[in-house]
């Protein structure tokens, strides 16, 4: 499973008469609002046309599931999807139909959320689940605060394609992060994942102003304050140019952990974002809890003062 998961969810999930009681509806709405809310995307289907759906009257929408809409976009977790049916839903059944057919395009990394009589309507489907019985689909039960992966860029790209895709802003944090070493020869291509849309994310990357450590800790930008802007404008600014992307660096004295922190997810890496050609050689990241994602956040805000900035310089 993933860090970021995507999902869809059909209106009647938000409706208070598809429920018992309007209680019981708020319960089954908690249990998504805090999964969707710290680990999900939902996938606006139609081109946006699923959240219009919420605008009519004609229906008993829960405040808490309004609510969960407004920060839902307000966060950037609602993803446009393209038509994937001919003709536009005009019931909940033809919704689920609508996302599923967006998974033959992309596929679910979650799946689609639905009530009873929606599920009957698609009982062999194994990416559709009944809001009530979620833990019965592989996919919710087998959501996981961290994830075991090669240390590969296909690996990573496969891994952070939501973030990179979907993220309003993205910070790279790796306190030897170079892309003009043989071990970070891949971070361009990763980064220009990021690139391509409109409007454009904001990238930061941060690294320490030192190389090697102990003895061996040698601080170039001594004898040479231009060192590391030339090494990242080698390797990134023709990408940056051709991605459409501006990439803000910034060179700190000293830190040790390795984060991508986004609006959308925040993940501890054990390695950073180097790679290697060893098939065997494999990372752990673990996903953030909100409170620990904003404290990084804050670390690396320069007007912190938590470490001390030696140099930034902008790629664009």
């Known amino acids: 499973m993933s860090l970021l998961t995507d999902y869809a969810v059909t209106p009647d999930v938000?409706?208070?008469?598809?429920?018992?009681s309007a209680?019981?509806?708020?319960?089954?709405?908690d249990v998504l609002r805090e999964v969707l809310l710290n680990e999900g995307l939902v996938r606006d289907l139609r081109e946006g046309e699923w959240r219009q759906v919420f605008a009519a009257q004609d229906r008993s929408w829960h405040r808490r599931g309004r609510e969960l809409l407004r920060k839902l976009a307000s966060q950037g977790r609602l993803v446009r999807f393209a038509p994937a049916l001919s003709t536009a839903p005009t019931d909940d059944e033809r919704w689920c139909a609508e996302a599923v057919g967006t998974h033959q395009d992309t596929r679910f990394r979650g799946g689609v959320i639905v009530t009873e009589p929606v599920k009957a309507a698609f009982a062999a489907e194994p990416i559709v689940a009944r809001v009530d019985r979620l833990g019965n689909a592989q996919w919710w039960a087998g959501r996981s605060s961290s994830v075991k992966l090669p240390r590969s860029l296909a690996a990573y790209r496969e891994e952070l394609a939501p973030v990179l895709s979907c993220a309003t802003s993205i910070m790279f944090i790796d306190p030897?992060?170079?892309?003009a070493k043989p071990g970070y020869r891949d971070f361009p291509a990763l980064l220009a994942v990021a690139g391509g849309r409109a409007p454009r994310p904001r990238i930061e990357l941060h690294r320490v102003c030192y190389e090697g450590?102990?003895?061996?800790?040698?601080?170039?930008?001594?004898d040479d304050p231009g060192?590391?802007?030339?090494?990242?404008?080698?390797?990134l600014e023709a990408m940056a140019r051709d991605r459409e992307l501006s990439v803000d660096v910034f060179i700190w004295d000293e830190f040790h952990d390795r984060h991508l922190i986004s609006n959308l997810v925040g993940v501890l890496m054990a390695n950073g974002f180097d790679t290697t050609t060893n098939a065997n050689s494999l990372t752990r990241w673990g996903r953030l809890g909100r409170s620990d994602r904003d404290d990084v956040q804050r670390e690396f805000d320069v007007a912190s003062k938590r470490h001390v900035l030696r140099s930034q310089f902008t790629i664009a």
């Open 227 to 235: 060192y590391f802007e030339r090494r990242f404008r080698s390797k």
């Open 14 to 20: 938000f409706d208070e008469t598809s429920y018992s």
């Open 213 to 222: 450590s102990g003895p061996a800790r040698r601080f170039p930008t001594r």
């Open 176 to 179: 030897h992060l170079d892309p």
């Open 23 to 29: 209680e019981l509806c708020l319960a089954r709405l």
